[in-house]
């Protein structure tokens, strides 16, 4: 019984870094180009990327969980296996949110205004 609970953390990972990552990542576009401007960096670059990779991070996290209960499914695990299951779905698709949001950076300095 105490393994069986010990998935939860791992099922809510997807639900809980894609997001926070996501949110960081859009923020930081925001601010970062005038930084990289006066700098010549690339953090608005680096940031994304960095999100994408924990936001895949948490999705694969959330699909081993899932895997793991395929074997000894019980009545009462549907909530779990839904949870896992929206949790690998919402952290891949934030991922491929920020490869996408990744994009502008790779074009544009920040210095163009």
């Known amino acids: 019984m105490r393994a069986r609970a010990n998935r ?4 809510l990972s997807g639900w809980l870094v894609g997001p926070a990552c996501w949110a960081i990542a859009t923020q930081a576009g925001e601010i970062l ?3 990289d401007c006066r700098t010549h960096g ?3 670059l680096a940031m994304p990327l960095a999100g994408a990779a924990l936001a895949a991070g948490s ?7 899932l895997a793991s209960c395929h074997g000894g499914l019980r009545r009462g695990d549907t ?3 839904l ?3 929206l949790g690998v779905m919402l952290g891949a698709l934030l991922a491929v949110a920020m490869l996408l949001q990744a994009i502008g ?4 300095t ?4």
Do not use: D, K
């Not at 999705?59 to 081993?64: D, K, S, T, V």
């Not at 950076?105 to 544009?108: A, Q």
């Open 8 to 11: 939860w953390p791992f099922a």
């Open 33 to 35: 180009p005038y930084a």
């Open 105 to 108: 950076p790779m074009v544009l």
């Open 42 to 44: 690339s953090w608005t």
């Open 83 to 85: 949870v896992a299951s």
């Open 110 to 113: 920040g210095c163009e205004s």
């Open 59 to 65: 999705a694969w996290l959330a699909w081993r969980a």
């Open 79 to 81: 909530a779990f296996t």
